[in-house]
């Protein structure tokens, strides 16, 4: 069993910066892919950023590219989203996953994942 706890969101202006966290444990975490999704009030659940099981290797939604970095520290367990230049559609509750087998370069598909932590909210002002 992974537990997933993701921390971090908030309310900020637009042109901010946040740095949400994903801390886990029940397994050794430098095995898992591990991914950052958001669902915005009436939309589905849609894929931000992903990343290797070793961290060396990431990708990202075309929305959030050069704004966002995705991070992995395994030697924490924890991994990271730094989120810079917040726009209004920014605003979602972004959750953090982690899929325990690694077979493709990466996973954006929500279905892929097998664990998910409880979501922190992020909201951006205009």
């Known amino acids: 069993q992974v537990q997933l706890v993701e921390s971090g969101g908030g309310l900020v202006q637009a042109g901010s910066s946040l740095r949400l966290s994903c801390v886990a444990s029940g397994r050794t975490f430098s095995n898992y892919a591990m991914g950052w999704f958001r669902q915005a009030i009436e939309k589905e659940r849609e894929f931000v950023a992903a990343?290797?099981?070793?961290?060396?290797?990431?990708f990202y939604a075309d929305s959030v590219k050069g704004r966002f970095t995705i991070s992995k520290d395994n030697a924490k367990s924890t991994m990271y989203l730094q989120m810079n230049s917040l726009k209004p559609e920014d605003t979602a509750v972004y959750y953090c996953?982690?899929?325990?087998?690694?077979?493709?370069?990466?996973?954006?598909?929500?279905?892929?994942?097998?664990?998910w932590g409880q979501g922190t909210q992020v909201t951006v002002s205009s």
């Open positions: 996953a982690a899929r325990l087998t690694y077979t493709n370069p990466y996973y954006t598909s929500a279905a892929q994942y097998d664990y």
């Open positions: 990343t290797r099981p070793s961290g060396s290797s990431t």
